[in-house]
Structures are given as structure tokens and as C-alpha cells.
């Protein structure tokens, strides 16, 4: 089995406070992850220490067999709509851009090829009729849209997406999962910070979840189960039933490259 990502004993702390505790675990290549748990859970903390964004204590993090360092240029990271300076003077088009600088570093001219795929990135996420437009004067859900064509002008292998359908439009939001669901189809890894519990067992085929420590990670129809998202979640819902009975419905489905 080729893995996408192995994380052993991660420890993250701020100021000596510890916010993600010995965490272990492997997602093989292809999936679609959902990173779940409730607030405060440490699930940005997790996708931020993956990337070298912020230090760890201790733990190893290997992608696809390489460290981080080898394998950069591979990785794509969409922030959290809220950390964006949705006021700085650039445009839809200049932002997707900035997709190419890991392979063309910070000298080097876009070339033809550059400029096509910031272009095919634009149309995939319907947003090439705004090329110009500065990037404050878009919708919430275009905006979720404009940071998810940066990352695909990327052309990574491993995408890893901080709530991504955070305050969008239905519309938004069937274009993002369509695209997604293409992309893993494509044999990419998309990891996908997610706070909805009951569009999750729909989305996603394999789950991380998190309470300042790993409670599970696997197929999601053997980590949404009742008492497992109770141990996450702290509290006895009946919802957790519900999420349960939608998760083995989603383990049912053909799976990956058979659809």
C-alpha cells in the first residue's frame, strides 16, 4: 500500500500548552480525507504543523515516503478564507498566479504553459469571466472558489484544504466538491478541514478524527460510529446515530475508479 502521508508521534504546543498530543497514524494515496472534530480541536493546528507553517515538538511526517522538504513543490495548501487580507490590491487572475511560484521560484517568467494552466484553473472553478476583478469585489463563495483554482494551478499530487465550504453559496459549494471529487479520481489526495457532520459521510471516504489527540483514522465506516464520534464530540446525540447509519451507506458505494 502506498501512502499519501505517515505521521508519527506529532506533538504541537503553544506556549507550552499542548494542542495536539502524540499523534500517529497513515492515509494511503487517492483518498479523500475529511479532518474532523469540534472547535478547538486542533484540526488547522494539524494541517498547518504538516506543512512546516508552525514548529512541532516532536514527530516525524513523511509524504508519500519523502519528507517535507524533498517533496514540496507536490503539496498545495488552501488557507482558511478569514486569514486572507481580502483588501490587498490583486487580482483573480495574479492570485492563481502566485499557484506557480513553487515551480518557477520567484525570478523566473511565467511561460505559455504557466499562464494555460492559471487559465484552465480559472475556467474549472468558473471564474474566468472575473480575471480582473480585485479579489475583495467577489462573492464569499468565489472567493472559497479563487484560493481552490490557486491551489489546483499548483498541480500537486497532495491538496490540503482548510474548510473550504466555509460560508459559500449551494452553488459554491457543488462546484468545490465536483471539482474534488474529479480530482481524487485523478488519483490526487485532497485532505478538507470539515465541520458538518452530516454532509461528511458523503463526502469523504476516509476520516481523521481529532480532540487534541487522534480518537480515529480510517475508512469512514469504521470511524463514524456512535461511540467514536461521542469520544470526539463530548456529548450523546442522537445525530451520532444518524452520521453512523450515512457513513456505512457511503462504505457500500463502489468505490474510487469504478463510479
Not at 518557477?104 to 474566468?128: I, N, P, S, T
Not at 463563495?141 to 459559500?168: K, N
Not at 452520521?243 to 456505512?248: G, I, M, P, S, W
Request: net charge positive.
Amino acid at each position: 500500500m502506498h501512502l499519501a502521508l505517515k505521521v508519527t508521534d506529532l506533538t504541537v504546543h503553544y506556549d507550552a500548552i499542548p494542542v495536539l498530543w502524540d499523534i500517529n497514524l497513515e492515509v494511503p494515496c487517492g483518498k479523500f480525507v475529511g479532518i474532523l472534530g469540534p472547535n478547538g480541536a486542533g484540526k488547522s493546528t494539524f494541517i498547518q504543523a504538516l506543512l512546516g507553517f508552525i514548529p512541532k515538538v516532536s514527530g516525524n511526517i513523511l509524504f508519500s515516503g519523502h519528507h517535507l522538504s524533498k517533496i514540496q513543490r507536490k503539496l498545495a495548501y488552501m488557507p482558511q478564507r478569514a486569514s486572507i487580507d481580502w483588501d490587498f490590491p490583486i487580482t483573480v487572475k495574479e492570485l492563481v498566479a502566485m499557484g506557480r511560484f513553487n515551480r518557477l521560484g520567484l525570478f523566473k517568467r511565467a511561460q505559455e504553459h504557466d499562464k494555460k494552466v492559471c487559465r484552465d484553473a480559472l475556467e474549472l472553478v468558473e471564474l474566468l469571466p472575473f480575471a480582473d476583478r480585485q479579489i475583495s469585489k467577489l462573492s464569499g463563495g468565489q472567493q472559497q472558489r479563487l484560493f481552490l483554482a490557486r491551489a489546483i494551478a499548483q498541480e500537486a499530487d497532495i491538496y490540503f484544504l482548510d474548510e473550504p465550504l466555509s460560508g459559500v453559496d449551494h452553488a459554491s459549494e457543488d462546484i468545490i466538491m465536483n471539482i474534488l471529487r474529479t480530482m481524487q479520481l485523478q488519483n490526487k489526495t485532497i485532505f478538507m478541514v470539515h465541520h458538518d457532520l452530516n454532509t461528511a459521510a458523503k463526502f469523504f471516504d476516509w476520516a481523521i478524527l481529532l480532540n487534541l489527540r487522534l480518537v480515529a483514522s480510517g475508512p469512514m465506516g469504521k470511524v463514524f460510529v456512535p461511540h467514536l464520534l461521542q469520544e470526539a464530540y463530548g456529548k450523546s446525540l442522537l445525530l451520532y446515530d444518524e452520521v453512523a447509519r450515512l457513513a456505512e451507506k457511503r462504505a457500500a458505494l463502489p468505490q474510487k475508479g469504478t463510479l
